[in-house]
């Protein structure tokens, strides 16, 4: 199985090259091929995502994809910006599926906002669609009737967009515990009713999946009252921008998150949430833990390798409890002996 390695800017290699080892020492059979993406790429060959990557990314069973932005890139053309190059894969390979995992490690239960009791119960995934909605629909500024200004955004999803997503909660809710909470607006907005009458269609594909429907408002008090309750979320890509981002802060650093961005297929983007951190590039102070975990998610849903992906969740589990602690938990364990540690964890 060919993976397509796309380390990127700043911290994006530092990290994808633990996340190689840990993938290198399963042996399970993976073949890499590296290409540059983003500012590195726009350096070697004038755009953030050229052809010869994005021919790499479409060939690939799926991608490992580090970060990019370069501040070296920041007076460039918009079409030119190293974060372009992500827009565009989302958009070639048509990755409508935005799965976050949010689990706390009971070692890092002081790492949370939240009181440990209710951190150490987080154990869910976010599954957000990521091409529609606002974000896509008609937007403008204009003059009122009374010459004020205002600026508009069209909130639509057609019915097709709805059952794809809703397919991808059911199939990641399948994968786990078996439960998915849909979530919307639909006392009050036109698209959520429609979202919710969809979702209902599409549960008779799956029985064994256990429905129920949450209002967003509620849905945001319930992550930090009882967040436990969650086993998969599915939700459009407004309310899933702020969810996911609201869940990942409940399990503490940024450095432990991982993500998928999944295609019809099952074929996807593998990432940690973070981004290129040019404050600590070349330092050695990257967590490479969320992208070793992506790399797991990538065994799980693009390769369906699952026992390999529980391997290194356990190894990461492991060198946690050991004591492994890189900057961003409070530590000084280099990035280097971070994959080390999962190593010896596996
Ligand atoms: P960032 O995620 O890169 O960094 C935010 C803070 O978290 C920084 O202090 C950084 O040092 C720290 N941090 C991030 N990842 C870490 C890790 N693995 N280990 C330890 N500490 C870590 O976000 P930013 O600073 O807002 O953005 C920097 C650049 O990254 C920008 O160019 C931005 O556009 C880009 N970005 C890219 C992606 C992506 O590639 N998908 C996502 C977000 C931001």
């Given amino acids: 199985m060919l993976i397509a390695l796309l380390p990127g800017d700043g911290i994006g290699p530092e990290v994808i090259a633990q996340a190689v080892r840990v993938l290198e020492a399963l042996e399970c059979g993976l073949v890499f091929e590296t290409a540059p993406v983003g500012g590195a790429a726009y350096k070697a060959a004038g755009h953030p995502l050229p052809p010869a990557t994005l021919d790499l990314a479409r060939r690939a069973d799926a991608i490992l994809f580090g970060a990019v932005g370069d501040p070296d890139c920041d007076s460039l053309e918009r079409a030119f910006r190293p974060e372009q190059a992500i827009l565009g894969l989302r958009k070639e390979l048509g990755l409508f599926a935005n799965l976050r995992p949010a689990k706390l490690f009971p070692e890092l239960a002081d790492a949370s906002a939240l009181r440990p009791e209710v951190a150490s119960q987080i154990d869910m995934v976010i599954v957000r669609e990521l091409t529609g909605d606002v974000y896509f629909g008609e937007k403008g500024m204009r003059r009122t009737a009374e010459g004020l200004r205002q600026g508009y955004d069209v909130m639509a999803y057609d019915e097709a967009e709805v059952a794809r997503i809703a397919h991808a909660g059911f199939k990641a809710a399948q994968a786990r515990r078996g439960k998915l909470c849909s979530v919307d607006k639909a006392n009050v907005l036109e ?13 008779a594909d799956y029985r ?33 921008d702020i969810l996911s981002d609201q869940a990942s802060m ?16 099952g074929k996807g983007l593998y990432e940690p949430i973070h981004g290129s951190a040019p404050d600590i590039a070349g330092q050695g102070k990257a ?49 280097e002996a971070m994959g080390d540690a999962v190593l010896a964890g596996l």
């Fill in 191 to 203: 698209t959520s009713q429609l979202w919710r009458d969809v979702v209902n269609e599409v549960s």
């Fill in 208 to 240: 064994d999946v256990e429905l129920s429907h949450m209002y967003v408002d509620n849905c945001a008090m319930q992550l930090v009252r009882n967040p436990g309750q969650f086993d998969v979320i599915v939700t459009g890509n407004l309310f899933g």
């Fill in 250 to 265: 409940c399990v503490g650093s940024i450095g432990m998150l991982p993500s998928a961005s999944l295609d019809a297929a």
């Fill in 287 to 335: 967590n490479p833990l969320a992208t070793i975990l992506s790399a797991a998610m990538m065994l799980r849903y693009s390769l369906n390798l699952p026992a390999p992906a529980d391997r290194i969740e356990a190894a990461v589990a492991r060198a946690l409890a050991g004591g492994a602690r890189s900057f961003d938990l409070g530590g000084t364990v280099d990035t």
